[in-house]
């Protein structure tokens, strides 16, 4: 070893100890003994879930939570660093006391040959009586110069059951905040004290209870056959096939027709017997970093209430029109599934920037993603699928001018003259530093080639981001496990710094003449 690095374990096995040894002190996780760099529990370990007996699986719920991992620091003397085997009296001591690791990382120094330093996390509390012998042990070995004991790593605060996912879904309006003036329903006080209603049912809700079932009057229900009707005549010419596919399938089981507005709970219990997400009620648009943790728990917000019956093919805010609509369909699709969960699974204890970054791909795949194939370009993601105009624009070759005025671009001398979007290849790291629009249509559209291969771009770029920890979501205890011990900070919200953004984009940009 010649420079300071995180390296995999098959540099550490020829100079530092037998496969054999790694092997057992990595057991039960048998499957993640393989590679111990930067990615050594990330989000590629899923990929070989699927590969493993139902024994290997189920161990993996072992995992510990936050508060029961230990983190030490050991340097092997410089006399000994260097000789085959020597962290092999450290790998031995932890396997006789059970000790189970979960991480491990070296250092050595870059312009000296002083001691090779390991930081290990493993299973236990400084409480556990085994705990407090190993590490007696371990500090008098002969070839261990230094043993210390790391305090856990202070990260952003991020839910870790569902529970406390009640916790994590601040909304940037306060759920009321949008009917605004350009709102239809702005001066309809009934309508705008039916939203609340229907808002206060959500902001009420709770883990573990019913969805609050809406009573749907027959004016909101032709509301929503309104916006079906033409919505499925525009998924015919430009949604994707998965798509289709999957709206067809809720379709045949009653949960997504044209005649009624459906029940969350319903559509909610379809889609986990799918791919395992489900719906909870939300009282209107969340914050980015609560909204993407939620989905590393296969949970996605939906609002209950319906845009104003005035204009049923504009609102300037989610309904559940657009979730029931443009979403939920392709959370059935795996694909869809998987990567939507990785960008979760990356937010949690992600800086403020990572959470910045993270939103914005999940805006140019999720919400605005389309796909590039034989048959032209169809839409995946669901801002672009529930929008009748939007459908238009982003798909077809040449948008007719009716379409490209109504999407509010040509008020900017920038856009006025743009006939169509540009369409680019998905790149993820290009992508998810891209400025965007909220209230027009997208002057720009990421495309793939399929939903595999936007799943692959997205899950290739969360592995790069650089973490203090990685974790994953373990479905038999509904819990977030993690690798190393960290500490969470008190809760915080990224809603000012999404106003900032959006503010900046617009601020310097010149009207049109």
């Keep these: 070893l010649k420079s300071a690095s995180v390296f995999p374990f098959d540099q550490c096995l020829l100079v530092f100890a037998p496969k054999a040894m790694l092997q057992q002190a990595f057991v039960p996780q048998r499957l993640f003994w393989c590679r111990c760099n930067a990615a050594l529990y990330g989000y590629a370990q899923r990929r070989q879930v699927t590969q493993k007996s139902p024994t290997d699986v189920h161990s993996m719920s072992k995992l510990p939570g936050l508060n029961e991992l230990v983190t030490l620091k050991i340097a092997i003397s410089n006399t000994l660093s260097s000789r085959p085997g020597s962290l092999l009296p450290v790998l031995e001591t ?69 529970k406390e ?75 994707c096939e998965e798509y289709l596919r999957a709206k067809q399938k809720f379709n045949r089981q009653g949960a997504m027709t044209r005649d009624r507005i459906p029940q969350l709970a319903e559509v909610s219990e379809l889609l986990h017997a799918a791919t395992g997400f489900q719906i909870r009620p939300v009282a209107g648009l969340l914050t980015a970093r609560d909204f993407l943790n939620s989905l590393a728990f296969r949970i996605f917000w939906s609002t209950q209430y319906i845009r104003h019956y005035s204009n049923p093919f504009y609102t ?67 801002g672009v699928l529930s929008s009748f105009g939007e459908l238009e624009w982003a798909c077809a070759r040449s948008p007719s001018e009716e379409c490209r005025k109504a999407g509010g671009l040509t008020a900017y001398e920038k856009f006025k003259n743009m006939p169509c979007p540009q369409r680019v290849s998905l790149n993820a790291r290009v992508a998810s530093k ?80």
């Design 434 to 513: 891209t400025a965007f629009p909220i209230t027009t249509y997208q002057p720009q559209y990421f495309t793939s080639s399929s939903l595999a291969d936007a799943k692959g771009e997205v899950m290739r770029y969360c592995d790069t981001l650089a973490r203090p920890f990685f974790c994953r979501y373990d479905p038999f205890s509904h819990r977030i496990k993690v690798t190393r011990s960290i500490e969470r900070a008190c809760h915080t919200s990224t809603a000012d710094l999404q106003a900032s953004k959006q503010a900046a984009y617009f601020e310097n940009m010149q009207l049109a003449e």
């Design 165 to 239: 996912l009640d916790d994590a879904r601040t909304t940037l309006d306060g759920g009321t905040a949008l009917i605004s003036e350009d709102h239809p329903g702005f001066k309809d006080e009934a309508y705008k004290e039916r939203r609340n209603s229907i808002v206060r049912n959500a902001v009420g809700h709770r883990h573990g209870k019913p969805i609050p079932i809406v009573d749907y009057t027959e004016e909101e229900h032709e509301t929503w056959r309104k916006v079906y009707d033409k919505l499925e005549i525009l998924h015919q010419q430009h949604a």
């Design 316 to 382: 300037p805010e989610p309904d559940v029109c657009h979730e029931l609509l443009g979403h939920v369909p392709l959370f059935a699709h795996p694909d869809f599934a998987e990567f939507s969960q990785t960008i979760g699974l990356a937010s949690l204890g992600a800086t403020d920037e990572q959470i910045d970054h993270l939103a914005t791909l999940y805006w140019f795949t999720v919400e605005f993603g389309l796909l590039e194939t034989t048959a032209g370009f169809k839409a995946y993601g669901a």
């Design 94 to 162: 932890l396997s006789r006391h059970g000790m189970n690791l979960t991480h491990m990382e070296s250092q050595l120094h870059q312009y000296s040959f002083g001691d090779a330093t390991f930081e290990l996390d493993f299973e236990g509390t400084f409480e556990d009586l085994e705990t407090k012998a190993c590490i007696r042990e371990l500090k008098e070995l002969p070839n261990v110069g230094k043993l210390t004991i790391i305090p856990p790593r202070m990260v952003p605060w991020f839910p870790t059951t569902l």
